[in-house]
T-cell receptor, first 112, second 112 residues
């Protein structure tokens, strides 16, 4: 079983749609859950960061973590063409040797 | 602040050539990382450093070397370039392991 699995995509939606992006993980020791957004030919940038189970909202974006089922989701409301990018989930343990483990990323295209 | 900078942006190498990818950050971060990103494969950690003089291998270190003589700089050395090293290379830095990582714009390397 892979440590992190992310829907492969690509995903194309019309402007204004609600988008749901998902990742599952197998390592129950992961404590930090992140979503990075990467525009074409750019480096990734942190979009959402959460530590605990539950929902975290930031504008049109909501990050959801379910530790018991080992999955995380990113919801985008009222999607815009500017949301077109690759979205990568990322996970981290706690402790001195905690590095990020990334999903493979899913490419989202929002059609005007 | 310039954040994380990388040079060069693009490079074409012949098989067997060597080169150094430069990375610098001006955020006084102790932690720095090198990733490679291949299409559909997410980010793979090559090497990381927790401070000047301290480096450690990541997931895919073979064929690469790093050094960290200052807090600001973290160059990646490719010896005897091979076609399998064709990729986009990202440097990143963070305040601590597991914290938000700030990425540079990337170096696109082709080995022919």
């Amino acid at each position: 079983q892979k440590e992190v699995e992310q829907d492969p995509g690509p995903l194309s939606v019309p402007e204004g749609a609600i988008v749901s992006l998902n990742c599952t993980y197998s390592n129950s020791a992961f404590q930090y859950f992140m979503w990075y957004r990467q525009y074409s030919r750019k480096g990734p940038e942190l979009l959402m960061y959460t530590y605990s189970s539950g929902n975290k909202e930031d504008g049109r974006f909501t990050a959801q973590v379910d530790k018991s089922s080992k999955y995380i989701s990113l919801f985008i409301r009222d999607s815009q063409p500017s949301d077109s990018a690759t979205y990568l989930c990322a996970f981290a343990l706690t402790g001195a040797n905690s590095k990020l483990t990334f999903g493979k990323g899913i490419t989202l295209s929002v059609r005007p | 602040n310039a954040g994380v900078t990388q040079t060069p942006k693009f490079r074409i190498l012949k098989i067997g050539q060597s080169m150094t990818l430069q990375c610098a950050q001006d955020m006084n971060h102790n932690y720095m990382y090198w990733y490679r990103q291949d299409p559909g494969m997410g980010l793979k950690l090559i090497y990381y450093s927790v401070g000047a003089g301290i480096t450690d291998k990541g997931e895919v270190p073979n064929g690469y070397n790093v050094s960290r003589s200052t807090t600001e700089d973290f160059p990646l050395r490719l010896e005897l370039a091979a076609p399998s090293q064709t990729s986009v290379y990202f440097c990143a830095s963070s305040y601590g392991l597991g914290n938000e990582q700030f990425f540079g714009p990337g170096t696109r390397l082709t080995v022919l």
